[in-house]
């Protein structure tokens, strides 16, 4: 019997938390929670709810980036995981063929019928890899589109169609890429005319800034491809498995349908990571095109027990629950709600998004007096308004918020599908109550982005 104990060892050494981080990872991240006042200390979490060591509650309208999509320790979940490790599955073998994995595309695929078959890796990020490899493979073409201002991960690969300069600098050469803008049809054709691009990578709704594409765009965009023999490969490692509303946000537009889709994050039910790539079947046929190459493209955890096991878990409870109509509904109405005070707050520009994937928009106000703040924070540093509200949310209401991207005026919320009127209720009263401050024209709220822009100019 081993001597491990892992409620000991958290009881023994958990309180040193943030300085294990310091020390042994990314020391970036504790230095910037320290400023923003995000170094909270949470105990437990529960479905929408985190709770400090004072029984405090904190409502997630971040849900771990889309992972959280059940929301936090979901009992069905943990059954099904206590379920699959006391099977004791021979599990990983590598040459035979498991049920799970087989089930779960099974069930993923019914809610894409035009799709045929399923790689699982790990992550997101694997997903997109996997897309890019099978486009190229298939199509015989080197270059794959892709929107500005898009994400679709940070590995080489998938960096490569990643829209955002920061994230890409000092990491080339990439693969040959090319951006256009979300919505352009014209540039995508001029691209396709070239004759050597392999597919065009899209989210639906792009996580920075929460933009959907146009309406009509993606099945125009369709039609190019498929004109110019290239693929359409959708994104929905954040969007898909109903957080928008549909089962996949490429689904509120008739007529399209993808060659590859890409989903990851609420598929782990919050536990086990998994990434899956959806496909047709002539795509998969000819990358495994024999049986010298039925290894050509694998992932050593792909397919696992645990991971397969969590993913037909949260299928089953997103139809028992119905939590796809759910976040059309509640999505509805949060939009509506926030939506009401753009004629309240000159600062609140914009409230968009579908489903639970809102966005919240603020710009420059006409007042003089908020005005000079406002050009104050943009001079420092676009995106500090942002921040500051951000901040009291946490601080003062105790809501978990994301600003959606660097540089940006814009809050994304991104909360679990199953939050309902009364957490809609307490966002919207505090998100008021955050706004009321800063049209006050003093106050804790402004003290705070003074302390922002100086932390931004030292870092200049």
Same mark, same amino acid.
């Given at each position: 019997?081993?001597?491990?104990?892992?409620?000991?060892?958290?009881?023994?050494?958990?309180?040193?938390?943030?300085?294990?981080?310091?020390?042994? %990872?990314?020391?970036?991240?504790?230095?910037?929670?320290?400023?923003?006042?995000?170094?909270?200390?949470?105990?437990?979490?529960?479905?929408?709810?985190?709770?400090?060591?004072?029984?405090?509650?904190?409502?997630?309208?971040?849900?771990?980036?889309?992972?959280?999509?059940?929301?936090?320790?979901? +009992?069905?979940?943990?059954?099904?995981?206590?379920?699959?490790?006391?099977?004791?599955?021979?599990?990983?073998?590598?040459?035979?063929?498991?049920?799970?994995?087989?089930?779960?595309? /099974?069930?993923?695929?019914?809610?894409?019928?035009?799709?045929?078959?399923?790689?699982?890796?790990?992550s997101g990020t694997e997903a997109v890899e996997t897309a890019l490899k099978f486009a190229r493979y298939a199509t015989g073409r080197p270059r794959v589109l892709y929107c500005t201002?898009?994400?679709?991960g940070l590995t080489t690969g998938s960096l490569s169609v990643n829209g955002e300069d920061g994230f890409r600098d000092g990491f080339a050469p990439l693969l040959p890429d090319t951006?256009v803008e979300l919505g352009d049809l014209a540039a995508l054709e001029r691209e396709l005319k070239r004759g050597d691009v392999a597919g065009f990578v899209v989210e639906p709704i792009?996580?920075?800034?929460?933009?959907?594409?146009?309406?009509?765009?993606?099945?125009?965009?369709? /039609?190019? %491809?498929?004109?110019?023999?290239?693929?359409?490969?959708?994104?929905?490692?954040? =969007?898909?498995?109903?957080? =928008?509303?549909?089962?996949?946000?490429?689904?509120?537009?008739?007529?399209?349908?993808?060659?590859?889709?890409?989903?990851?994050?609420?598929?782990?039910?919050?536990?086990? +990571?998994?990434?899956? =790539?959806?496909?047709?079947?002539?795509?998969?046929?000819?990358?495994?095109?024999?049986?010298?190459?039925?290894?050509?493209?694998?992932?050593?955890?792909?397919?696992?027990?645990?991971?397969?096991?969590?993913?037909?878990?949260?299928?089953?409870?997103?139809?028992?629950?119905?939590?796809?109509?759910?976040?059309?509904?509640?999505?509805?109405?949060?939009?509506?709600? %926030?939506?009401?005070?753009? +004629?309240?707050?000159?600062?609140?520009?914009?409230?968009?998004?579908?489903?639970?994937?809102?966005?919240?928009?603020?710009?420059?106000?006409?007042?003089?007096?908020?005005?000079?703040?406002?050009?104050?924070?943009?001079?420092?540093?676009?995106?500090?308004?942002?921040?500051?509200?951000?901040?009291?949310?946490?601080?003062?209401?105790?809501?978990?918020?994301?600003?959606?991207?660097?540089?940006?005026?814009?809050?994304?919320?991104?909360? +679990?599908?199953?939050?309902? /009127?009364?957490?809609?209720?307490?966002?919207? /009263?505090?998100?008021?109550?955050?706004?009321?401050?800063?049209?006050?024209?003093?106050?804790?709220?402004?003290?705070?982005?003074?302390?922002?822009?100086?932390?931004?100019?030292?870092?200049?």
């Amino acid at each position: 019997m081993t001597g491990f104990d892992l409620t000991e060892l958290l009881a023994e050494r958990g309180s040193e938390r943030y300085a294990l981080h310091t020390r042994h %990872l990314n020391h970036q991240l504790p230095r910037m929670l320290h400023t923003i006042g995000f170094d909270k200390v949470y105990e437990r979490a529960e479905g929408a709810y985190f709770w400090d060591a004072d029984g405090q509650d904190y409502l997630d309208m971040l849900a771990g980036f889309g992972v959280m999509g059940l929301g936090r320790h979901h +009992p069905v979940v943990r059954k099904a995981l206590h379920d699959v490790l006391d099977a004791q599955l021979a599990d990983l073998t590598r040459f035979d063929c498991q049920p799970l994995p087989g089930l779960l595309a /099974e069930k993923l695929l019914a809610h894409a019928p035009h799709l045929d078959r399923v790689f699982f890796g790990n992550s997101g990020t694997e997903a997109v890899e996997t897309a890019l490899k099978f486009a190229r493979y298939a199509t015989g073409r080197p270059r794959v589109l892709y929107c500005t201002h898009a994400f679709h991960g940070l590995t080489t690969g998938s960096l490569s169609v990643n829209g955002e300069d920061g994230f890409r600098d000092g990491f080339a050469p990439l693969l040959p890429d090319t951006a256009v803008e979300l919505g352009d049809l014209a540039a995508l054709e001029r691209e396709l005319k070239r004759g050597d691009v392999a597919g065009f990578v899209v989210e639906p709704i792009q996580g920075k800034g929460v933009h959907a594409a146009p309406p009509g765009f993606l099945r125009a965009a369709q /039609e190019l %491809l498929h004109r110019h023999k290239a693929l359409l490969i959708a994104d929905e490692v954040q =969007t898909g498995l109903g957080r =928008t509303g549909d089962f996949f946000a490429y689904q509120h537009e008739d007529g399209v349908a993808p060659d590859l889709v890409c989903v990851a994050k609420a598929l782990s039910g919050g536990y086990v +990571p998994v990434g899956a =790539t959806l496909g047709k079947d002539w795509i998969f046929k000819k990358v495994y095109s024999s049986m010298d190459r039925v290894l050509v493209h694998s992932a050593s955890f792909g397919a696992n027990a645990q991971a397969m096991a969590a993913g037909l878990a949260v299928l089953s409870v997103l139809e028992d629950e119905q939590l796809v109509a759910g976040a059309r509904r509640t999505g509805d109405l949060l939009r509506s709600r %926030l939506a009401e005070l753009i +004629p309240r707050y000159e600062l609140l520009h914009e409230v968009r998004g579908r489903g639970l994937m809102i966005g919240i928009e603020f710009g420059r106000p006409k007042s003089l007096g908020l005005r000079s703040r406002w050009t104050m924070l943009q001079t420092a540093r676009k995106g500090l308004f942002a921040q500051m509200v951000v901040v009291p949310l946490l601080q003062r209401h105790r809501i978990l918020t994301q600003v959606s991207g660097d540089h940006l005026e814009v809050i994304k919320l991104i909360p +679990p599908l199953i939050i309902g /009127e009364r957490e809609v209720d307490r966002f919207v /009263e505090a998100f008021t109550a955050v706004m009321d401050d800063a049209h006050g024209g003093g106050g804790l709220m402004w003290d705070f982005g003074r302390t922002l822009v100086k932390q931004a100019v030292a870092n200049r």
